[in-house]
Each structure stands twice: as structure tokens, then as C-alpha cells.
């Protein structure tokens, strides 16, 4: 199978199918891959299978991203926000919002956008509660529509079917529903989906939210981490025998280093992953991470879970004493990760093109440069389950992914 670099705006993926797992697969909830490919349980592994009627090859595109619409490309349960009869858009189409968007967090079949004034507009499926508005039939659920919070808010989150939504005065506001591989785990700790945003960690300052498939990590201003949600694969960096435990966000230990000053670390940013967390400490800049690790997508060779916030030597030692982690985000079995100078790092599952690190690439256990971006100073970074995007100073955008040509 071949596969090159090149810069198109035509090319078009090939359909994709939600395929469920087998019972003894962990954990068991459908998940997204690619056509002709076999699918198994995020703690399981992938095929590197390609049908026969297809060939395959690796696409990196630049092309520069407005301010004011939303670009959108595929939809599942018409999540694009163009109304029922549009399912589909081959390349990316502006929606026409009331006011100025700043920032966009793309959801399992939802989608959530915040706006200049620092309001909140969904649209997508809301069968599990995810737009955090009453919708009367699917017309409502995918046309553009206003989330009723009294606060201003400044930073939004979107998992498979939550989301989260953060104020200028710190408070979280959660909606939706967890899932475990069980099915439905509600959003409280009663077990209930919450339809409309719910106030969370009260009297409790929070500086960002980051939200992964099941999961929200909130950061407050003293540096600690709080999770909640699903915990099966170790995303929430504590354990706990009761799901209603599970739901209650709860603070996370961060236990530093044998020679570090103090034994407690405090924290300065936090990402999540699908099935994992990322945490960066104030005082040294070190890397902490906890979840899933089937393909060393924390920086670890030998542990497929992480169930407690774990210093990765591998990710710590990427870095020279002049450089810092800036941005890290994920796929569903890979992480991309920006230094401070602006280059770009992947790691873990090499499939379908992801680490855009060329087809002979084999799985990496350490952040590794991509050499493609190497005369790049990038400004931000992006992850779907199995795509990686790379935003540079001049405002183009390159994609690495491995797309099915007909």
C-alpha cells in the first residue's frame, strides 16, 4: 500500500460506519473507523487491513479558516447544522450564525460554538441531552440554536454526548450524558441524563475545562485537577468502586517525583484524550498522564492503562531545557503534541496515516518531529480519532490522515 504527502482540497474520505464490539471487548460502545476496516474496542487493537477495491494515501491540506461561519464536511444525524435534508457536505461550507464565532469543540454527533459575545449555540443529535437545549423534533436539533446560561461564558467543551461550558467567573456548566460499556451511566451522581446545563463544583474557581469521549477534567486556580465520568480505562486518574462516585467530580492526586520539593504536584494545564488525561505541572513544566495506553500513546512501552497520574519519561525527556510543552491533543489510540517553539510531535497508533510520519512509520512509544512540518512554526494543534491537524503562523492548516481513493 502506497501513500504520499501532497496538498489537495478534492480528495474526499471514504464513508464511515459506527461498528459495535464484542461482548468480552473492553470496553464494549460502538466507535467510528473507516470503511473496509475491522473494528474493535478502543483497548483492543486495529487492523491495517485495506480492501481490495481501494487504494490509499496519506493527505496533508493547507487552506486558510474564516473568522465568522463554521466549516463543516460530514455529518452523522445531520450534526452539520444546514437543517434535516443536509447530511453531507464534501468540503467545507460556511453556517451562517447570529454573532461572530471564537471558538468551536466538535462532539460524538453534536457540535457546540461559542460566540463573540459569550453565548453558546449547539446543534447536532440530542437523543442523550448533549445540546443542552429542550428540541421539540429534529428540525429544532439540527438547526443552529441559543443554550440559556445567565453568565458570560469564555471556553466550551464537547465529548460523545456532553458538554461543558465555562464562565468568567470560574463556574462549570455541564449537560448531557456519560456512557461506560454498559451503556448509559446518566450525568449526576442519581444516574440521570441532564437535558439542560447544570451547575458543577460549586464555590470551586475553574480556569479551563477539557473533555474527553466520557470524561471532563476541570483545572482550578490552585493548581488542582478535578475529573468525573467514566472511568473504565483509568481517564478519570482515581479509583473508585461506586459509578455515582465516578459521576461526583472528585480531585486527583498528583504525587511528584522522590527528589521534587514537595511530594504534591500543582498543575498548570490539563488535556484529555478519547480514553485518557493529560496534566502539566506549575512548578517543573513535566508531563503527567493517565488512561488509556494500548498503543503508547501516553509515552509509555509497558502499561496499557495508567489508572493513577504517571510521570512518562519518554514524553519528559522529548524536549530540551530551552523548550516546554505548549498544546498536547489525541485521537482515540495517538497524541499530537506542540513545543513552544511550534513544532509539531505524534505518537502511538501509526494507522491510517495519523503520526504523518510516512507510510514505512511503525508505532511510536515517544513524541516523535514530523518531518513534513519541520520549516513550520505552528500556532495550534488538533486531533479526531484518527486524523491529526496543524494550524501555522500564516493561518494555513495541513491535515495527516490516510484517505480510501475509489
Not at 381 to 394: H, K, L, N, P, Q
Amino acid at each position: 500500500m502506497e501513500m504520499d504527502t501532497v496538498k489537495t482540497t478534492a480528495d474526499e474520505p471514504c464513508n464511515s460506519r459506527i461498528t459495535q464490539t464484542k461482548e468480552n471487548e473492553e470496553p464494549s460502545k460502538g466507535h467510528v473507523t473507516p470503511c473496509k476496516r475491522k473494528a474493535t474496542s478502543p483497548a483492543g487493537g486495529e487492523s491495517e487491513e485495506v480492501g481490495e477495491t481501494e487504494s490509499a494515501e496519506t493527505i496533508a491540506t493547507a487552506k486558510k479558516v474564516d473568522k465568522k461561519g463554521v466549516p463543516a464536511t460530514k455529518s452523522k444525524k445531520q450534526k452539520l447544522g444546514f437543517g434535516e435534508e443536509v447530511e453531507e457536505k464534501k468540503r467545507p461550507v460556511l453556517l451562517e450564525v447570529p454573532d461572530y464565532i471564537t471558538s468551536i469543540a466538535a462532539g460524538g454527533m453534536h457540535s457546540v460554538c461559542l460566540t463573540e459575545s459569550g453565548e453558546v449555540i449547539t446543534f447536532g443529535c440530542n437523543d442523550e441531552g448533549a445540546l443542552g437545549r429542550i428540541t421539540a423534533d429534529e428540525d429544532e436539533e439540527v438547526s443552529p440554536g441559543k443554550v440559556e446560561i445567565n453568565e458570560r461564558i469564555i471556553q466550551i467543551s464537547a465529548g460523545d454526548s456532553h458538554s461543558a461550558a465555562l464562565t468568567d467567573s470560574g463556574q462549570v456548566y455541564l449537560w448531557g450524558n456519560f456512557r461506560n460499556g454498559k451503556g448509559r451511566m446518566g450525568l449526576t451522581s442519581d444516574g440521570v441524563k441532564q437535558m439542560r446545563p447544570i451547575k458543577i463544583l460549586n464555590n470551586i474557581q475553574i480556569i479551563k475545562i477539557s473533555s474527553g469521549d466520557d470524561h471532563l477534567a476541570c483545572l482550578s486556580s490552585n493548581g488542582i485537577v478535578y475529573t468525573c465520568g467514566c472511568g473504565e480505562n483509568g481517564q478519570l486518574g482515581r479509583l473508585t468502586e461506586k459509578m455515582a462516585d465516578m459521576l461526583e467530580p472528585a480531585a486527583v492526586l498528583v504525587i511528584g517525583l522522590s527528589r521534587s520539593r514537595t511530594r504534591t504536584v500543582l498543575i498548570e494545564d490539563i488535556w484529555t484524550s478519547n480514553y485518557s488525561t493529560f496534566l502539566k505541572a506549575r512548578e517543573t513544566g513535566l508531563i503527567y498522564a493517565f488512561g488509556l495506553n494500548n498503543y503508547s500513546q501516553l509515552g509509555y512501552e509497558n502499561k496499557r492503562v495508567a489508572y493513577a497520574p504517571t510521570f512518562f519519561t519518554n514524553f519528559n525527556t522529548s524536549l530540551n531545557n530551552s523548550q516546554s510543552w505548549k498544546e498536547i491533543d489525541r485521537g482515540q489510540h495517538h497524541t499530537l503534541s506542540l513545543d513552544s517553539d511550534g513544532r509539531v510531535y505524534s505518537m502511538g497508533c501509526r494507522n491510517y496515516g495519523r503520526l504523518g510520519l510516512g507510510a514505512d512509520c511503525r508505532h511510536k512509544s515517544s513524541p516523535t518531529p514530523i518531518s513534513s512540518l519541520q520549516n513550520e512554526t505552528c500556532t495550534t494543534i488538533a486531533c479526531g480519532d484518527d486524523v491529526s491537524f496543524a494550524v501555522t503562523e500564516e493561518g494555513m492548516y495541513w491535515i495527516f490522515k490516510q484517505f480510501c481513493v475509489f
